[in-house]
């Protein structure tokens, strides 16, 4: 064999395992979260203010949602069924609760309904989402409004966890606690909403 086709192919299989190795690595924090626990909130995206007091005799006037929830649901609102949807957002549906101080809340959006990830292939997968910056993209918009919060790792005497937003209506996530391993892509597409709707679907049984 001769030396120049040795040095090539010692040369490609240590680019080639390289390769494998970047590909196998999330980034911080969640590489160092994978025996972490994780628990997923779904959250009213919106909450309308108390309507204003209307003349005698009149119904309140109806507050209308931000134009960006208007759009999502036009768009088929990310795929979620109409049970994983935050109330107040379809005709006919639950009237969406008015903000309230008192309730439980994470990162200010309302819980309505929490569920620890048991599934070790769940967990995994969220960890993928969020730790890899293939799935996320830059994006002008600063809207936040969250329809799913996710809280990685945490416990008692140990480091605080991983909280994200995930607003399937803006197509942005938000981090807490830490840095946003992936600079200002912080905004994603249909391919890691997709993935996004099917990890809640099975941890809330698609509502």
Same mark, same amino acid.
């Given at each position: ?8 192919? @010692? ?8 390769? @494998?190795?970047?590909? +196998? ?16 909130? %779904? ?13 005698? +005799? ?33 005709? +006919? ?59 990685? +790792? ?17 197509? %942005? ?35």
């Amino acid at each position: 064999m001769k030396p120049s086709f040795l040095f090539l192919l @010692v040369t490609s299989a240590v680019a080639a395992t390289s390769a @494998v190795g970047c590909a +196998g690595s999330l980034a911080a924090p969640f590489e160092q979260m994978k025996a972490q626990p994780i628990t997923v909130y %779904r959250l009213q995206n919106f909450e309308p203010p108390a309507p204003a007091a209307a003349a005698p +005799g009149l119904p309140p006037s109806p507050i209308p949602l931000p134009p960006q929830i208007q759009q999502w649901l036009g768009a088929g609102a990310g795929l979620l069924p109409p049970g994983l949807l935050p109330p107040g957002l379809l005709p +006919g549906g639950a009237p969406a609760p008015n903000a309230q101080a008192q309730v439980p809340r994470f990162h200010n959006f309302r819980i309505l309904q929490t569920q620890a990830i048991t599934d070790s292939a769940q967990r995994q997968e969220v960890l993928d989402i969020f730790g890899r910056s293939g799935n996320f993209e830059a994006r002008g918009s600063n809207c936040m409004y969250a329809e799913f919060g996710f809280a990685i +790792g945490g416990g008692a005497g140990g480091s605080p966890p991983a909280d994200v937003l995930v607003s399937l209506s803006c197509e %942005r996530t938000q981090m807490f606690n830490y840095n946003w391993p992936h600079g200002n892509k912080a905004g994603f597409g249909s391919d890691t909403a997709k993935r996004i709707v099917a990890v809640v679907q099975r941890t809330f049984g698609g509502g």
